[in-house]
């Protein structure tokens, strides 16, 4: 249904324009930067709520928080300012200025100074944040009204102001924290630690809600490709634990099938072959003669033919995985249909073996050698390579090939072009459709292509 979904909007994607257009764009583009695991995605899904609405908080709170207090401190520190400078103004006897020096110090936690009437100096260099420069100067513009100068960046812990009076510079340093609302980071300190244990608890459940899915589909995988299934235990969310026991029911109803299907199989065949094997002593015991020669080659042949339909009925799909060595199995075959003596080519490149069904690959492999081999004219090679977790295999021959177009049709059972051709070769039909059925249960691919040698290419791959 997803996938469904999917294609349709892709597919109609150019014709959209404007905004609709836009979102589709915008919804590919995040589904391809989207990581593809089950446990990133969720973590994003709780991880991004979180993230969006501290920041949101963080950003109106601290920025409505930090402005109103630095207000409020600057404008009580440029009010003792203002009172010193009246002080000193309307109380000239105090000729040392011990005492103003003593209440500012002691009361508003000022240190002061008054120096002779020079210039004040030159701006000081504004900082980054000018938020501290800006509600200083405005206050101290309102509330003393006289020339002033203000640096902020200087000292790393204090502010130093300059106020010009007619007769003298007022000098007043303040430590920074009495102006500035300093210690916000410590509010983000606070949710940076909260969200950090909240991330930490979101991946301590989330792994173990995840951990029964990848399982049951590790399961399903191995008992697809034949493997044995490692044991595990149902567990988790109830969907998860649903899911895991409709597996595990579907995998004994499969079991059980199969079974039914192979002993139902060996009756059979034991009954045809025992059948046939009469024939053939019956025909031992006439005399010889051309038509005796004859039903010999057709009882010969119906034995081939019941072999051939058995192998694909049974499928081999009961068959066990083993590690075996594919270079070795590969010359086998190539020695065992060798070429008007000759035996067929083989090339090996990589890790030699695999984890295979030994003998339902063989007659895969099989099949496609006699095939070549049968419409060959005079050249038939098999090519492997096993690296990068992939074990590919290309059986090319020098023979006629086939059609672009009989290339689906000629795995279906039964299905022979040599009959059309007009080639007297017996075959039943079954050779490609067996080795596709092979080569999925192994969970590979099959395809025909043309072979650099002129005829058909086989090409087998598997993975693992
Ligand atoms: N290497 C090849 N070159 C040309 N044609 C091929 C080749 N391999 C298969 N074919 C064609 O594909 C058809 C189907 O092949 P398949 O192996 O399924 O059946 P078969 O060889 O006729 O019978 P069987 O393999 O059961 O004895 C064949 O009839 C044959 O014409
Ligand atoms: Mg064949």
């Known amino acids: 249904m997803a996938t469904l979904a999917d294609n349709t909007s892709v597919e109609t994607a150019p014709e959209r324009g404007g905004l609709r257009g836009a979102y589709t764009r915008f919804a590919r583009f995040l589904r391809r930067q989207m990581p593809t695991g089950l446990f990133a995605r969720s973590l994003i899904i709780i991880i991004t709520p979180i993230v969006v609405l501290q920041a949101v908080v963080a950003f109106v709170f601290m920025e409505r928080h930090w402005e109103m207090v630095t207000r409020r401190l600057s404008a009580a520190v440029v009010s003792d300012v203002a009172a010193l400078v009246d002080v000193l103004g309307t109380y000239p006897q105090d000729s040392d200025y011990a005492e103003l020096q003593r209440i500012a ?6 240190v002061v100074r008054v120096l002779p009437p020079e210039p004040l100096p030159a701006p000081a260099p504004k900082p980054f944040i000018a938020l ?11 509330r003393v009204g006289l020339p002033f100068w203000v640096d902020t960046v200087s000292r790393p812990n204090a502010v130093e102001i300059r106020i010009r009076l007619p007769e003298h510079v007022f000098q007043v340093f303040v430590s920074r ?15 940076v630690g909260t969200s950090l244990v909240l991330l930490a608890i979101a991946i301590a ?3 173990n809600q995840i951990r029964p899915i990848l399982k049951i589909a590790a399961a399903a995988e191995d008992f697809g490709k034949g493997r044995p299934v490692r044991p595990f235990k149902i567990r988790g969310a109830r969907e998860v634990r649903q899911a895991g026991h409709a597996f595990g029911a579907m995998r004994s109803r499969i079991e059980r099938q199969i079974e039914q ?18 024939f053939r002593l019956q025909l031992a015991l006439l005399e010889e003669s051309n038509d005796v020669e004859a039903l010999r080659r057709d009882v010969d042949d119906m ?15 009961g068959e066990s995985t083993a590690r075996i060595d ?12 060798a070429l008007d003596g000759a035996p067929v080519p083989v090339t090996f490149a990589g890790e030699r073996f695999a984890l295979l069904r030994p003998l339902g690959f063989k007659r895969c492999l099989t099949n496609l050698v006699v095939n070549a081999r049968r419409h060959a004219k005079s050249r038939v090679t098999v090519s492997a390579d096993h690296s990068a977790g992939c074990l590919t295999i290309h059986v090319d021959d020098d023979g006629p090939g086939i059609p ?22 017996s075959g039943t039909g079954l050779g490609l459709a067996i080795a596709r059925d092979v080569v999925r249960v192994h969970g590979g691919e099959i395809r025909l292509d043309d072979s650099p040698l002129g005829g058909l290419r086989v090409t087998v791959t598997i993975p693992g």
């Open 105 to 110: 110090l002691e009361d508003m936690r000022l």
């Open 132 to 142: 501290l420069d800006l509600v200083l100067s405005e206050e101290l513009r309102t």
């Open 177 to 191: 924290g009495q102006t500035y609302a300093s210690n916000s980071h410590i509010f983000i300190l606070w949710m």
């Open 205 to 207: 459940f989330l792994r």
């Open 261 to 278: 299907r192979t002993t139902m199989l060996a009756g059979v065949s034991h009954d045809l072959r025992t059948v046939l094997t009469r």
């Open 303 to 317: 034995n081939r033919m019941l072999e051939g339909y058995l192998a694909f009925a049974r499928g081999d799909a």
């Open 326 to 337: 594919v270079a070795a199995m590969l010359e086998t075959v190539a020695q065992e249909n």
């Open 404 to 425: 672009p177009e009989e290339r689906d049709a000629v795995f279906r059972p039964f299905y022979r072009l040599d009959e059309a051709r007009n080639l007297d070769q």
